[in-house]
């Protein structure tokens, strides 16, 4: 006697995908999407398909990035060495949804208060987010946390040795030394809050990201007449080309 039909290579693998999209899909779910597309395949048989092991009881931290991220904000310290040997402390603040930096700040001595005024300063009561990604450095001590709860904004402490949590984050002060900071002498305070002024400039408004399309976080016009020219920034080291 013919056996069962066998089930159509791009049904299984459509099976395939669909499972691996929404992690948090079981084989009835996926067989009612399947019929809303018009094919008839048993519940059974979808669980054959879909991939084994390895499949998460919640969203992943990864999920909760992508889906979330017109409402997540992430913050981090680094350090920079002077031409003396000083060591300052720059803060950067993002937003995940446009990569954009919402500010950023100089400081010899990141306190928990000090770090409280900088979110306070760089998120007005009307434009908090509802998260905020931060690694468990002690500087973010009980002042600070008691000013983002007081904002309504949630604290996203990443766990312990996992810098890739805030990876957005890590990304830009990556970009910030390899296009801007690996090419300067740091003389002062003054000199690193000028430097991070003029490459955030460029960051926000000319440089184009591959998760925006190739776009800036705040959006470039395209340009289609007039002659190309060239505009310095960040003191030469990059430029934008625009029409006139």
Known sequence: MPGRPKIAKDVRDLIRK????????????IHGE???LGIEVAQSTISKYMPKGGRPSGQTWWTFLRNHA???ASIDLFVVPTITFRLLFGLVVLRHHRREIVSFAVTT???????????????PWNTAPRDLIRDRDRSYGEIFQRRIQSMGIRDRP????????????ERLIGSIRRECLDHLIIFNEAHLRLALSTYATY??????????????PLRRTVQLAGAITCVPHVGGLHHAYVRI
């Open 18 to 29: 669909i499972s691996l999209a929404n992690p948090l899909w079981g084989a009835p779910r």
């Open 34 to 36: 399947l019929r809303k």
């Open 70 to 72: 017109d409402g997540i």
């Open 109 to 123: 001595h990141p306190t928990a208060e000090w770090l409280a005024r900088q979110i306070s300063e760089a998120f």
């Open 158 to 169: 990443t766990a312990p040795r996992s810098p890739w949590q805030n990876a957005y984050t």
């Open 203 to 216: 960051y926000n408004n000319i440089r184009t990201h591959l998760a925006l399309r190739k776009d800036a």
